[in-house]
Protein backbone atom coordinates (compact mmCIF):
# COMPACT_ATOMS: atom_id res chain seq x y z
CA UNK A 1 0.00 0.00 0.00
CA UNK A 2 1.20 3.30 -0.87
CA UNK A 3 2.01 5.68 1.91
CA UNK A 4 0.75 9.09 1.56
CA UNK A 5 3.29 11.78 3.03
CA UNK A 6 2.18 15.43 4.02
CA UNK A 7 4.34 18.47 2.85
CA UNK A 8 5.89 19.80 5.92
CA UNK A 9 4.04 23.22 5.75
CA UNK A 10 0.98 20.91 5.84
CA UNK A 11 2.00 19.00 8.68
CA UNK A 12 3.17 21.70 10.49
CA UNK A 13 -0.32 23.46 9.90
CA UNK A 14 -2.01 20.14 11.22
CA UNK A 15 -0.04 20.22 14.47
CA UNK A 16 -0.51 23.80 15.27
CA UNK A 17 -4.44 23.09 15.08
CA UNK A 18 -3.84 19.78 16.60
CA UNK A 19 -5.52 20.32 19.90
CA UNK A 20 -8.33 21.75 18.10
CA UNK A 21 -8.64 18.48 15.43
CA UNK A 22 -8.18 15.71 18.46
CA UNK A 23 -11.14 17.25 20.57
CA UNK A 24 -13.12 16.95 17.40
CA UNK A 25 -16.79 15.59 18.42
CA UNK A 26 -19.34 14.72 15.02
CA UNK A 27 -22.29 16.08 17.29
CA UNK A 28 -20.39 19.35 17.72
CA UNK A 29 -21.04 21.64 14.72
CA UNK A 30 -19.68 24.99 15.93
CA UNK A 31 -16.07 25.61 16.75
CA UNK A 32 -15.86 24.86 21.32
CA UNK A 33 -15.28 27.72 23.50
CA UNK A 34 -11.73 25.71 24.59
CA UNK A 35 -10.76 26.35 21.33
CA UNK A 36 -11.80 30.10 20.67
CA UNK A 37 -8.28 31.57 21.84
CA UNK A 38 -6.35 29.30 19.62
CA UNK A 39 -8.31 30.10 16.56
CA UNK A 40 -8.48 33.74 17.21
CA UNK A 41 -4.28 33.43 17.82
CA UNK A 42 -4.55 32.00 14.05
CA UNK A 43 -7.27 34.27 12.33
CA UNK A 44 -5.31 37.54 14.27
CA UNK A 45 -4.38 39.92 11.77
CA UNK A 46 -1.15 40.03 10.91
CA UNK A 47 1.91 42.58 11.49
CA UNK A 48 5.11 40.88 9.56
CA UNK A 49 4.80 41.67 5.87
CA UNK A 50 8.54 40.56 5.36
CA UNK A 51 7.66 36.81 4.32
CA UNK A 52 4.15 35.24 3.24
CA UNK A 53 1.79 33.64 6.02
CA UNK A 54 2.07 30.07 6.34
CA UNK A 55 -0.84 28.70 4.53
CA UNK A 56 -1.71 32.27 2.59
CA UNK A 57 -1.45 30.52 -0.90
CA UNK A 58 -4.17 28.26 0.31
CA UNK A 59 -7.24 30.91 0.54
CA UNK A 60 -9.80 27.79 1.08
CA UNK A 61 -7.75 25.44 2.64
CA UNK A 62 -7.80 22.00 1.94
CA UNK A 63 -10.60 22.93 -0.71
CA UNK A 64 -8.55 25.45 -2.70
CA UNK A 65 -7.40 23.66 -6.07
CA UNK A 66 -4.29 23.97 -7.62
CA UNK A 67 -4.60 23.93 -11.66
CA UNK A 68 -3.76 25.78 -14.98
CA UNK A 69 -5.10 29.42 -14.48
CA UNK A 70 -7.45 29.90 -17.59
CA UNK A 71 -10.80 30.20 -18.55
CA UNK A 72 -12.56 27.38 -16.00
CA UNK A 73 -10.46 28.47 -13.18
CA UNK A 74 -13.59 29.01 -11.32
CA UNK A 75 -15.16 25.56 -12.47
CA UNK A 76 -13.59 23.18 -10.35
CA UNK A 77 -14.64 21.25 -7.68
CA UNK A 78 -13.11 21.13 -3.67
CA UNK A 79 -9.79 19.43 -4.04
CA UNK A 80 -10.67 17.81 -0.45
CA UNK A 81 -13.80 16.13 -2.31
CA UNK A 82 -14.14 12.34 -2.64
CA UNK A 83 -14.41 10.39 -5.23
CA UNK A 84 -17.95 9.30 -4.22
CA UNK A 85 -18.96 13.01 -3.63
CA UNK A 86 -17.39 14.42 -7.28
CA UNK A 87 -20.41 12.63 -9.13
CA UNK A 88 -23.09 14.51 -7.28
CA UNK A 89 -20.98 17.78 -8.06
CA UNK A 90 -20.99 16.93 -11.58
CA UNK A 91 -24.66 16.31 -12.00
CA UNK A 92 -25.14 19.31 -10.02
CA UNK A 93 -23.18 21.36 -12.53
CA UNK A 94 -25.28 19.91 -15.19
CA UNK A 95 -28.56 21.84 -13.73
CA UNK A 96 -26.53 24.86 -13.48
CA UNK A 97 -26.23 25.03 -16.87
CA UNK A 98 -29.08 23.68 -18.27
CA UNK A 99 -30.80 25.31 -20.85
CA UNK A 100 -34.83 25.68 -20.01
CA UNK A 101 -37.51 25.75 -22.53
CA UNK A 102 -41.04 26.34 -21.96
CA UNK A 103 -43.45 24.58 -21.56
CA UNK A 104 -45.28 22.13 -22.72
CA UNK A 105 -42.24 20.75 -23.73
CA UNK A 106 -40.72 17.19 -24.50
CA UNK A 107 -38.32 17.41 -22.21
CA UNK A 108 -40.55 17.30 -19.16
CA UNK A 109 -37.32 17.48 -16.90
CA UNK A 110 -35.80 21.33 -18.84
CA UNK A 111 -39.86 22.62 -19.18
CA UNK A 112 -41.29 25.81 -17.44
CA UNK A 113 -39.08 28.58 -18.97
CA UNK A 114 -40.73 32.14 -17.80
CA UNK A 115 -43.27 33.17 -19.41
CA UNK A 116 -41.14 35.87 -18.13
CA UNK A 117 -37.19 35.64 -17.65
CA UNK A 118 -34.00 37.16 -17.31
CA UNK A 119 -31.88 34.07 -18.27
CA UNK A 120 -32.59 30.77 -19.53
CA UNK A 121 -29.82 29.22 -17.19
CA UNK A 122 -27.88 29.92 -14.12
CA UNK A 123 -24.47 29.71 -16.23
CA UNK A 124 -26.01 32.45 -18.43
CA UNK A 125 -25.39 34.92 -16.00
CA UNK A 126 -22.71 33.32 -13.79
CA UNK A 127 -20.58 33.16 -16.98
CA UNK A 128 -17.86 30.13 -16.36
CA UNK A 129 -18.86 30.49 -12.50
CA UNK A 130 -17.35 33.91 -12.41
CA UNK A 131 -18.31 37.78 -12.49
CA UNK A 132 -20.83 38.99 -14.04
CA UNK A 133 -21.04 42.56 -16.25
CA UNK A 134 -23.11 45.54 -16.94
CA UNK A 135 -23.92 45.52 -21.40
CA UNK A 136 -21.38 46.92 -23.39
CA UNK A 137 -24.45 48.62 -24.73
CA UNK A 138 -27.84 49.69 -24.35
CA UNK A 139 -30.55 47.48 -25.84
CA UNK A 140 -30.81 46.37 -29.03
CA UNK A 141 -26.94 46.56 -28.95
CA UNK A 142 -26.60 44.39 -26.43
CA UNK A 143 -28.67 42.58 -24.10
CA UNK A 144 -28.19 42.49 -20.23
CA UNK A 145 -27.60 38.67 -20.08
CA UNK A 146 -25.10 38.85 -16.59
CA UNK A 147 -27.11 42.33 -15.21
CA UNK A 148 -30.09 42.91 -14.05
CA UNK A 149 -32.69 45.22 -12.24
CA UNK A 150 -33.91 44.96 -8.89
CA UNK A 151 -37.54 47.14 -8.07
CA UNK A 152 -39.52 47.67 -5.25
CA UNK A 153 -41.37 50.77 -3.39
CA UNK A 154 -41.49 52.16 0.10
CA UNK A 155 -43.62 50.09 2.42
CA UNK A 156 -46.75 52.33 2.13
CA UNK A 157 -48.95 50.79 4.86
CA UNK A 158 -49.24 49.34 8.29
CA UNK A 159 -49.16 45.68 6.86
CA UNK A 160 -45.88 46.01 4.90
CA UNK A 161 -44.24 48.18 7.47
CA UNK A 162 -45.03 45.03 9.94
CA UNK A 163 -43.49 42.40 7.04
CA UNK A 164 -40.63 44.49 6.75
CA UNK A 165 -40.21 44.72 10.49
CA UNK A 166 -40.46 41.14 11.11
CA UNK A 167 -37.92 40.34 8.85
CA UNK A 168 -41.06 38.72 6.53
CA UNK A 169 -39.78 40.52 3.59
CA UNK A 170 -36.94 42.32 2.95
CA UNK A 171 -38.79 44.86 0.26
CA UNK A 172 -42.18 45.36 -1.06
CA UNK A 173 -42.47 44.75 -4.66
CA UNK A 174 -43.60 46.71 -7.48
CA UNK A 175 -47.58 45.76 -7.59
CA UNK A 176 -46.93 45.66 -11.45
CA UNK A 177 -43.51 44.46 -11.97
CA UNK A 178 -42.77 42.55 -8.66
CA UNK A 179 -39.33 42.70 -7.19
CA UNK A 180 -36.93 41.96 -10.65
CA UNK A 181 -37.36 43.49 -14.23
CA UNK A 182 -37.66 40.66 -16.63
CA UNK A 183 -36.24 41.95 -19.98
CA UNK A 184 -37.21 38.36 -21.61
CA UNK A 185 -40.18 36.48 -22.67
CA UNK A 186 -41.16 33.33 -24.13
CA UNK A 187 -43.59 33.45 -27.34
CA UNK A 188 -46.44 35.13 -26.93
CA UNK A 189 -45.57 37.04 -23.94
CA UNK A 190 -44.27 40.82 -23.84
CA UNK A 191 -40.74 41.34 -21.90
CA UNK A 192 -41.77 43.93 -18.96
CA UNK A 193 -39.41 46.28 -20.36
CA UNK A 194 -35.43 47.44 -21.04
CA UNK A 195 -32.95 48.87 -19.18
CA UNK A 196 -31.07 52.13 -20.19
CA UNK A 197 -27.98 53.02 -18.74
CA UNK A 198 -26.50 56.11 -19.28
CA UNK A 199 -22.75 57.54 -18.15
CA UNK A 200 -21.31 60.40 -17.05
CA UNK A 201 -17.73 60.57 -16.66
CA UNK A 202 -16.13 61.93 -12.99
CA UNK A 203 -12.46 62.69 -12.57
CA UNK A 204 -10.48 61.71 -9.38
CA UNK A 205 -7.36 63.28 -8.63
CA UNK A 206 -4.17 61.73 -6.61
CA UNK A 207 -2.00 64.13 -4.48
CA UNK A 208 1.06 63.86 -7.07
CA UNK A 209 -1.50 65.08 -9.62
CA UNK A 210 -2.62 61.84 -11.59
CA UNK A 211 -6.23 61.92 -12.74
CA UNK A 212 -8.70 59.05 -13.23
CA UNK A 213 -12.30 59.00 -14.68
CA UNK A 214 -14.77 57.41 -12.80
CA UNK A 215 -18.26 56.58 -14.65
CA UNK A 216 -21.20 57.40 -12.68
CA UNK A 217 -24.24 55.26 -14.28
CA UNK A 218 -28.19 56.92 -14.34
CA UNK A 219 -30.34 53.98 -14.66
CA UNK A 220 -33.89 54.06 -16.18
CA UNK A 221 -36.31 51.90 -17.92
CA UNK A 222 -37.89 51.54 -21.49
CA UNK A 223 -40.50 50.38 -23.05
CA UNK A 224 -42.86 49.66 -20.19
CA UNK A 225 -45.22 46.75 -21.16
CA UNK A 226 -47.54 46.30 -18.79
CA UNK A 227 -48.54 49.78 -17.65
CA UNK A 228 -47.01 52.06 -15.17
CA UNK A 229 -44.96 51.71 -12.41
CA UNK A 230 -45.55 52.65 -8.67
CA UNK A 231 -44.70 56.35 -8.79
CA UNK A 232 -42.27 55.63 -5.51
CA UNK A 233 -40.69 52.57 -8.10
CA UNK A 234 -37.09 52.20 -6.21
CA UNK A 235 -34.71 50.43 -8.40
CA UNK A 236 -31.18 48.75 -8.16
CA UNK A 237 -28.84 47.06 -10.63
CA UNK A 238 -27.49 44.17 -10.02
CA UNK A 239 -24.65 41.80 -11.56
CA UNK A 240 -24.16 38.28 -11.02
CA UNK A 241 -21.30 37.83 -8.53
CA UNK A 242 -18.62 34.89 -8.73
CA UNK A 243 -19.76 31.89 -7.36
CA UNK A 244 -16.05 30.13 -5.82
CA UNK A 245 -15.74 29.57 -2.30
CA UNK A 246 -20.27 29.83 -1.09
CA UNK A 247 -20.25 26.25 0.89
CA UNK A 248 -17.42 28.04 3.27
CA UNK A 249 -18.79 31.33 3.65
CA UNK A 250 -21.52 29.41 4.46
CA UNK A 251 -19.73 27.55 7.36
CA UNK A 252 -18.27 30.12 9.12
CA UNK A 253 -20.16 30.38 12.54
CA UNK A 254 -22.75 33.02 13.05
CA UNK A 255 -21.16 34.08 16.24
CA UNK A 256 -17.72 34.66 14.45
CA UNK A 257 -19.33 37.07 12.23
CA UNK A 258 -21.02 38.80 14.94
CA UNK A 259 -17.94 39.24 16.85
CA UNK A 260 -17.02 41.73 14.11
CA UNK A 261 -20.58 43.88 13.79
CA UNK A 262 -20.16 47.22 15.36
CA UNK A 263 -23.39 49.28 14.53
CA UNK A 264 -23.12 51.81 16.39
CA UNK A 265 -19.38 52.30 16.43
CA UNK A 266 -18.41 52.14 20.09
CA UNK A 267 -15.12 51.87 19.12
CA UNK A 268 -14.89 54.77 17.46
CA UNK A 269 -12.79 53.92 14.65
CA UNK A 270 -15.21 55.07 12.08
CA UNK A 271 -16.51 51.32 11.14
CA UNK A 272 -19.70 50.27 11.61
CA UNK A 273 -20.36 46.87 10.43
CA UNK A 274 -23.78 45.87 11.27
CA UNK A 275 -25.75 42.42 10.03
CA UNK A 276 -28.76 41.80 7.99
CA UNK A 277 -31.59 39.93 9.09
CA UNK A 278 -33.59 37.40 6.82
CA UNK A 279 -36.57 35.44 6.61
CA UNK A 280 -35.25 31.13 6.40
CA UNK A 281 -38.43 30.18 4.41
CA UNK A 282 -36.96 26.22 5.73
CA UNK A 283 -36.85 26.84 9.01
CA UNK A 284 -39.67 29.01 9.03
CA UNK A 285 -37.68 31.85 11.50
CA UNK A 286 -35.36 35.06 11.49
CA UNK A 287 -31.47 34.21 10.09
CA UNK A 288 -28.33 36.20 9.88
CA UNK A 289 -28.08 37.14 5.99
CA UNK A 290 -25.17 36.00 4.10
CA UNK A 291 -25.39 35.88 0.57
CA UNK A 292 -26.47 38.74 -2.33
CA UNK A 293 -24.82 42.33 -2.65
CA UNK A 294 -27.12 42.95 0.38
CA UNK A 295 -27.03 39.80 2.29
CA UNK A 296 -30.32 39.26 1.77
CA UNK A 297 -30.25 35.59 2.11
CA UNK A 298 -29.29 33.45 4.65
CA UNK A 299 -28.16 30.15 2.76
CA UNK A 300 -27.06 28.78 -0.32
CA UNK A 301 -30.17 26.94 -0.86
CA UNK A 302 -32.85 29.65 -0.51
CA UNK A 303 -30.17 31.85 -2.48
CA UNK A 304 -30.76 29.68 -5.64
CA UNK A 305 -34.37 28.91 -4.92
CA UNK A 306 -35.14 32.27 -5.67
CA UNK A 307 -32.86 32.45 -8.41
CA UNK A 308 -34.30 30.29 -10.15
CA UNK A 309 -37.83 31.64 -9.97
CA UNK A 310 -37.28 34.91 -10.06
CA UNK A 311 -34.46 34.63 -13.14
CA UNK A 312 -35.42 31.82 -14.55
CA UNK A 313 -39.54 31.44 -13.61
CA UNK A 314 -38.80 28.01 -12.64
CA UNK A 315 -40.68 26.69 -9.55
CA UNK A 316 -38.55 25.56 -7.22
CA UNK A 317 -38.83 23.53 -3.65
CA UNK A 318 -38.56 26.63 -1.09
CA UNK A 319 -40.30 28.93 -4.08
CA UNK A 320 -43.06 27.40 -5.83
CA UNK A 321 -44.66 29.69 -8.22
CA UNK A 322 -44.25 28.56 -11.29
CA UNK A 323 -45.02 31.80 -12.98
CA UNK A 324 -41.82 33.35 -11.32
CA UNK A 325 -42.13 37.02 -10.63
CA UNK A 326 -45.37 37.77 -12.58
CA UNK A 327 -47.51 39.38 -10.59
CA UNK A 328 -51.67 39.56 -10.10
CA UNK A 329 -51.90 42.17 -12.80
CA UNK A 330 -50.05 39.90 -15.34
CA UNK A 331 -52.65 37.29 -15.41
CA UNK A 332 -51.40 35.89 -18.45
CA UNK A 333 -48.49 35.01 -17.73
CA UNK A 334 -49.82 33.58 -14.71
CA UNK A 335 -52.43 31.37 -16.24
CA UNK A 336 -49.89 30.17 -18.90
CA UNK A 337 -48.86 26.32 -19.33
CA UNK A 338 -45.89 25.38 -16.29
CA UNK A 339 -43.62 22.69 -16.52
CA UNK A 340 -45.31 21.15 -12.94
CA UNK A 341 -44.91 17.39 -13.10
CA UNK A 342 -46.04 15.07 -10.43
CA UNK A 343 -42.74 13.33 -10.51
CA UNK A 344 -41.26 16.45 -9.37
CA UNK A 345 -42.95 17.10 -6.67
CA UNK A 346 -45.53 19.48 -8.63
CA UNK A 347 -42.59 21.49 -9.28
CA UNK A 348 -40.23 22.22 -12.44
CA UNK A 349 -36.51 21.46 -10.61
CA UNK A 350 -37.21 19.28 -8.24
CA UNK A 351 -36.14 18.76 -4.77
CA UNK A 352 -33.66 15.68 -5.84
CA UNK A 353 -32.00 18.00 -8.49
CA UNK A 354 -32.11 21.35 -6.11
CA UNK A 355 -30.28 19.26 -3.66
CA UNK A 356 -27.33 18.74 -6.40
CA UNK A 357 -27.31 22.28 -7.39
CA UNK A 358 -26.97 23.03 -4.25
CA UNK A 359 -23.84 21.11 -3.58
CA UNK A 360 -22.22 21.86 -7.09
CA UNK A 361 -22.90 26.01 -5.47
CA UNK A 362 -21.26 24.78 -2.11
CA UNK A 363 -17.88 23.27 -3.82
CA UNK A 364 -16.92 25.56 -6.41
CA UNK A 365 -13.59 25.46 -5.84
CA UNK A 366 -11.46 28.74 -4.85
CA UNK A 367 -7.83 28.67 -7.07
CA UNK A 368 -4.84 29.15 -5.03
CA UNK A 369 -3.41 32.50 -4.18
CA UNK A 370 -0.47 33.64 -6.83
CA UNK A 371 2.94 35.20 -5.93
CA UNK A 372 2.53 35.54 -2.46
CA UNK A 373 5.97 35.65 -1.56
CA UNK A 374 7.09 38.52 -3.97
CA UNK A 375 8.22 41.80 -2.43
CA UNK A 376 5.69 43.94 -4.29
CA UNK A 377 2.82 41.81 -2.97
CA UNK A 378 4.32 41.82 0.09
CA UNK A 379 4.37 45.70 0.31
CA UNK A 380 1.46 45.61 -1.13
CA UNK A 381 0.29 43.55 1.37
CA UNK A 382 1.50 45.99 4.01
CA UNK A 383 -0.37 49.29 2.48
CA UNK A 384 -3.85 47.06 2.17
CA UNK A 385 -3.70 46.52 6.03
CA UNK A 386 -1.97 50.02 7.08
CA UNK A 387 -4.82 51.64 4.75
CA UNK A 388 -7.40 49.50 7.32
CA UNK A 389 -8.84 47.97 4.07
CA UNK A 390 -9.00 44.84 6.95
CA UNK A 391 -11.25 46.42 8.92
CA UNK A 392 -13.84 45.09 6.59
CA UNK A 393 -12.01 42.72 4.18
CA UNK A 394 -11.02 41.04 7.14
CA UNK A 395 -8.25 38.41 5.73
CA UNK A 396 -9.04 34.88 7.83
CA UNK A 397 -12.06 32.99 9.22
CA UNK A 398 -11.80 29.04 10.61
CA UNK A 399 -14.91 27.38 9.52
CA UNK A 400 -17.36 25.29 11.89
CA UNK A 401 -17.96 21.82 12.23
CA UNK A 402 -19.30 20.18 9.35
CA UNK A 403 -19.75 16.31 9.37
CA UNK A 404 -22.15 16.44 6.37
CA UNK A 405 -20.29 18.85 4.62
CA UNK A 406 -16.36 17.45 4.65
CA UNK A 407 -15.50 19.75 2.28
CA UNK A 408 -16.17 22.96 3.76
CA UNK A 409 -15.50 21.64 7.92
CA UNK A 410 -13.35 22.82 10.22
CA UNK A 411 -10.86 24.74 7.67
CA UNK A 412 -8.81 28.08 7.58
CA UNK A 413 -9.83 30.19 4.72
CA UNK A 414 -8.51 33.85 3.65
CA UNK A 415 -11.97 35.17 2.14
CA UNK A 416 -11.22 38.74 2.73
CA UNK A 417 -14.46 39.60 3.95
CA UNK A 418 -16.67 39.83 7.00
CA UNK A 419 -19.87 39.44 5.38
CA UNK A 420 -21.28 42.30 7.29
CA UNK A 421 -23.19 45.58 6.15
CA UNK A 422 -21.73 48.80 5.40
CA UNK A 423 -21.98 51.86 4.43
CA UNK A 424 -20.36 52.85 1.24
CA UNK A 425 -21.82 56.38 0.64
CA UNK A 426 -23.63 58.38 -1.28
CA UNK A 427 -21.54 57.66 -4.49
CA UNK A 428 -22.69 54.00 -4.26
CA UNK A 429 -25.79 54.39 -3.04
CA UNK A 430 -28.88 52.98 -5.22
CA UNK A 431 -30.35 55.52 -7.62
CA UNK A 432 -33.64 56.14 -9.15
CA UNK A 433 -33.73 57.00 -13.13
CA UNK A 434 -33.43 60.35 -12.22
CA UNK A 435 -29.97 60.32 -10.45
CA UNK A 436 -31.25 61.15 -6.80
CA UNK A 437 -30.14 58.89 -4.04
CA UNK A 438 -33.03 57.09 -2.87
CA UNK A 439 -32.05 55.23 -0.18
CA UNK A 440 -33.43 51.79 -1.31
CA UNK A 441 -33.62 49.50 1.38
CA UNK A 442 -33.38 45.53 1.34
CA UNK A 443 -34.32 44.28 4.79
CA UNK A 444 -31.64 46.12 7.52
CA UNK A 445 -29.61 47.59 4.31
CA UNK A 446 -30.00 50.62 3.55
CA UNK A 447 -29.61 52.00 -0.30
CA UNK A 448 -25.84 53.01 0.53
CA UNK A 449 -25.34 49.82 3.02
CA UNK A 450 -23.52 46.71 0.77
CA UNK A 451 -21.73 43.51 2.10
CA UNK A 452 -18.45 43.24 2.09
CA UNK A 453 -17.36 41.50 -1.19
CA UNK A 454 -15.21 38.52 -0.58
CA UNK A 455 -11.81 39.64 -2.69
CA UNK A 456 -10.38 35.54 -2.86
CA UNK A 457 -10.08 35.16 -6.50
CA UNK A 458 -10.92 38.47 -7.64
CA UNK A 459 -7.16 38.79 -9.42
CA UNK A 460 -8.34 36.11 -12.12
CA UNK A 461 -11.73 37.88 -13.13
CA UNK A 462 -10.22 38.83 -16.45
CA UNK A 463 -8.44 35.32 -16.91
CA UNK A 464 -12.14 33.91 -16.29
CA UNK A 465 -14.44 36.10 -17.60
CA UNK A 466 -12.53 38.63 -19.72
CA UNK A 467 -13.21 41.38 -18.44
CA UNK A 468 -11.90 44.11 -15.26
CA UNK A 469 -15.82 45.37 -14.34
CA UNK A 470 -16.33 45.11 -10.55
CA UNK A 471 -18.70 46.52 -7.92
CA UNK A 472 -22.30 45.68 -8.07
CA UNK A 473 -23.30 47.04 -10.90
CA UNK A 474 -19.60 46.95 -12.93
CA UNK A 475 -19.28 50.44 -13.07
CA UNK A 476 -15.94 50.34 -11.82
CA UNK A 477 -13.87 49.04 -15.09
CA UNK A 478 -10.68 47.97 -13.18
CA UNK A 479 -9.29 47.58 -9.42
CA UNK A 480 -8.39 51.19 -9.36
CA UNK A 481 -11.39 52.85 -10.32
CA UNK A 482 -13.09 50.31 -8.08
CA UNK A 483 -11.16 51.66 -5.39
CA UNK A 484 -11.95 55.60 -6.07
CA UNK A 485 -15.47 54.35 -5.55
CA UNK A 486 -15.28 53.50 -1.91
CA UNK A 487 -16.82 56.49 0.31
CA UNK A 488 -18.72 56.45 4.00
CA UNK A 489 -16.96 54.21 6.21
CA UNK A 490 -14.06 53.63 4.08
CA UNK A 491 -13.77 57.00 3.24
CA UNK A 492 -10.54 57.50 4.93
CA UNK A 493 -9.04 54.39 3.48
CA UNK A 494 -9.41 55.96 -0.25
CA UNK A 495 -8.24 59.36 1.31
CA UNK A 496 -5.01 57.63 2.31
CA UNK A 497 -5.26 55.85 -1.44
CA UNK A 498 -5.31 59.04 -3.00
CA UNK A 499 -2.11 60.28 -1.11
CA UNK A 500 -0.41 56.89 -2.78
CA UNK A 501 2.81 57.78 -5.18
CA UNK A 502 2.46 55.46 -8.25
CA UNK A 503 4.74 52.79 -6.94
CA UNK A 504 2.77 52.23 -4.01
CA UNK A 505 -0.55 52.48 -6.47
CA UNK A 506 1.15 49.41 -8.32
CA UNK A 507 1.88 47.66 -5.08
CA UNK A 508 -1.63 47.92 -3.54
CA UNK A 509 -2.83 46.56 -6.96
CA UNK A 510 -0.78 43.72 -7.47
CA UNK A 511 -1.66 42.32 -3.87
CA UNK A 512 -5.06 42.66 -4.92
CA UNK A 513 -4.22 40.96 -8.36
CA UNK A 514 -2.56 38.13 -6.15
CA UNK A 515 -6.17 37.24 -4.23
Not at 174 to 179: F, H, W
Not at 194 to 215: A, C, N
Not at 244 to 264: C, F, M, R, T, Y
Request: glycine share 6%; proline share 6%; net charge neutral.
Amino acid sequence: MQQTVLPLKLLAYFLTLAPLFFCFNSSIFANTESEAARIASIIKPTSDFSKAEAFERRPAGAATVFKFLNENSFSHSSANMSFERELDFKVGNGFFRRFWVSAPASTKSADGLGPLFNARSCQSCHLKDGRGHAPSGNWPKDDAVSMFLRLSIPPINEEQRDLIAKHRLNVIPDPTYGEQLQDLAIQGHHAEGKMWIEYQEIEHFFEDGSIVSLRKPTYSILNWKYGKPHPQLLISPRVAPPMIGLGLLEAVSQKDILANADPEDTNNDGISGKANLVWDTQKQKVALGRFGWKAGEPNIRQQSSKAFNADIGISAPLVKTPWGDCTPTQQKCRNAPNGNTASQNNLEISPEAMDKLVFYAQNLAVPARRDISESKVLAGKKLFYDTNCVSCHRPKFVTKRFPEQPEQSFQLIWPYTDLLLHDMGEGLADNRSEGLADNRPEGLASGSEWRTAPLWGIGLTETVNGHTQFLHDGRARNLLEAILWHGGEAELSKQNFLKFNPKERSELLAFLRSL
